[in-house]
């Protein structure tokens, strides 16, 4: 009951994020062709480097990126070369000038490691609920886009996404031992 009286709060539009709707500029997601799911998805290319390695580095990244990657960690396999995760981050909206928690967004990271490189996939992107809530009815129902909190929530998915994608870019990558120079 709870959940039900918290997703109908939430989706009212109530007050506003930070700005009124029309002011915010949704970002763009990229959509799956097949799924019609917002998928963000890309091959990093780590020349030189074998799957072993990327996948050390890769958990080793987890345990510096989540707070308790042993909980986001839903499978692993090192032999096959892929990590799956489960995670979850709160969207907040202004509520007499203080920033208050909306909702709980979910989101599965597959990571698949190959010789010289790797991949990652963000999908089912969703609002927790009673039942599944992907955020593709924000971007595309009629009825979601007249609630002015919706663009400041895309934001912040869309600002936490690339935060973690330029993370992961940056630091899934096996540091290249420094030869030192003979004298």
Same mark, same amino acid.
């Given at each position: 009951?709870?959940?039900?009286?918290?997703?109908?709060?939430?989706?009212?539009?109530?007050?506003?994020?930070?700005?009124?709707?029309?002011?915010?500029?949704?970002?763009?997601?990229?959509?799956?062709?097949?799924?019609?799911?917002?998928?963000?998805?890309?091959?990093?290319?780590?020349?030189?480097?074998?799957?072993?390695?990327?996948?050390?580095?890769?958990?080793?990244?987890?345990?510096?990126?989540?707070?308790?990657?042993?909980?986001?960690?839903?499978?692993?396999?090192?032999?096959?070369?892929?990590?799956?995760?489960?995670?979850?981050?709160?969207?907040?909206? !202004?509520?007499? /000038?203080? *920033?208050?928690?909306?909702?709980?967004? $979910?989101?599965?990271?597959? %990571? #698949?490691?190959? @010789?010289?490189?790797?991949?990652?996939?963000?999908?089912?992107?969703?609002?927790?609920?009673?039942?599944?809530?992907?955020?593709? !009815?924000?971007? /595309?129902? *009629?009825?979601?886009?007249?609630?002015? $909190?919706?663009?400041?929530? %895309? #934001?912040?998915? @869309?600002?936490?996404?690339?935060?973690?994608?330029?993370?992961?870019?940056?630091?899934?990558?096996?540091?290249?031992?420094?030869?030192?120079?003979?004298?």
């Amino acid at each position: 009951m709870k959940k039900i009286v918290f997703s109908i709060f939430l989706l009212s539009g109530i007050t506003s994020f930070a700005q009124k709707g029309a002011d915010v500029e949704i970002p763009y997601f990229p959509m799956d062709e097949i799924s019609k799911m917002v998928t963000y998805t890309d091959v990093i290319q780590v020349p030189g480097v074998l799957k072993d390695s990327l996948y050390d580095v890769a958990m080793a990244w987890m345990k510096i990126y989540y707070k308790s990657p042993s909980q986001a960690i839903k499978s692993q396999s090192k032999e096959d070369g892929i990590i799956d995760i489960r995670h979850q981050f709160y969207v907040t909206r !202004k509520d007499k /000038n203080q *920033e208050v928690k909306a909702g709980l967004i $979910n989101y599965y990271l597959t %990571l #698949q490691f190959k @010789d010289g490189r790797f991949k990652y996939t963000i999908t089912k992107i969703n609002l927790e609920g009673t039942s599944y809530f992907g955020i593709e !009815k924000w971007l /595309n129902e *009629e009825q979601y886009k007249k609630d002015e $909190n919706i663009p400041g929530y %895309l #934001q912040q998915i @869309d600002k936490f996404m690339m935060d973690l994608i330029a993370s992961m870019e940056s630091e899934v990558r096996p540091l290249v031992p420094v030869k030192e120079e003979e004298w």
